[in-house]
T-cell receptor, first 117, second 110 residues
Framework: GAVVSQHPSWVICKSGTSVKIECRSL??????MFWYRQFPKQSLMLMATSNEGSKATYEQGVEKDKFLINHASLTLSTLTVTSAHPEDSSFYIC?????????????FGPGTRLTVT | GENVEQHPSTLSVQEGDSAVIKCTYSDSASNYFPWYKQELGKRPQLIID?????GEKKDQRIAVTLNKTAKHFSLHITETQPEDSAVYFC?????????FGRGTSLIVHP
């Protein structure tokens, strides 16, 4: 089956620093990838849609200058949390869709636990 | 946009009992309804899905039903086991972007 990886699996950083999270589709190409944020005991909240070769599409309320997304190749999307603050501490998950007829199945990465101190 | 409601938020059952989780959606254009199981600190895993041209689908102890007219779909788990304990999310999509329910924490007591 399709595999999506994320790196790192967890990271601790100091307030004010930036953190980059990578999302890779290992055995398929993904022109689109999605980035989610999940707070404890809550659902997955879509942050942005990453588009290969073009700008990302951000959901309402998500600061594009704070959460920088780059999708430079068909297998890699990166999310950079800039000037991180404790409230950015969360579980970040990416997914990549594979179309099947008129629908798309999502393949999720294992997630990245970010803790900002 | 799509709005997905999921109930209950917590479900506690005894091993061997059945568990039912229900979701409703608002966008009549939604045509794909996956269900995910997420264990603590891990990625969501697809356990079953159903498309809008099907009313019911079953895979061993897991089944999903869809009522397009009423815009609701349900997950049924029979003969629950302790390893079924996890958070379950429903989702609905009409494009490549799913909208998730809030999740149901299923606890199966041995």
């Amino acid at each position: 089956g399709a595999v999506v990886s994320q790196h790192p699996s967890w990271v601790i950083c100091k307030s004010g620093t930036s953190v980059k999270i990578e999302c890779r589709s290992l055995d398929f190409q993904a022109t689109t990838m999605f980035w989610y944020r999940q707070f404890p005991k809550q659902s997955l909240m879509l942050m942005a849609t990453s588009n290969e070769g073009s700008k990302a599409t951000y959901e309402q309320g998500v600061e594009k200058d704070k959460f920088l997304i780059n999708h430079a190749s068909l297998t890699l999307s990166t999310l950079t949390v800039t000037s991180a603050h404790p409230e950015d501490s969360s579980f970040y998950i990416c997914s990549a869709p594979i179309s099947s007829g008129r629908v798309a199945e999502q393949y999720f990465g294992p997630g990245t636990r970010l803790t900002v101190t | 946009g799509e709005n997905v409601e999921q109930h209950p938020s917590t479900l506690s059952v005894q091993e061997g009992d059945s568990a039912v989780i229900k979701c409703t959606y608002s966008d009549s254009a939604s045509n794909y309804f996956p269900w995910y199981k997420q264990e603590l600190g891990k990625r969501p895993q697809l356990i079953i899905d159903i498309r809008s041209n099907v009313g019911e689908k079953k895979d061993q102890r897991i089944a999903v039903t869809l009522n397009k007219t009423a815009k609701h779909f349900s997950l049924h788990i029979t003969e629950t086991q302790p390893e079924d304990s996890a958070v379950y999310f429903c989702a609905a999509s009409s494009s490549y972007i799913p909208t998730f329910g809030r999740g149901t924490s299923l606890i199966v007591h041995p």
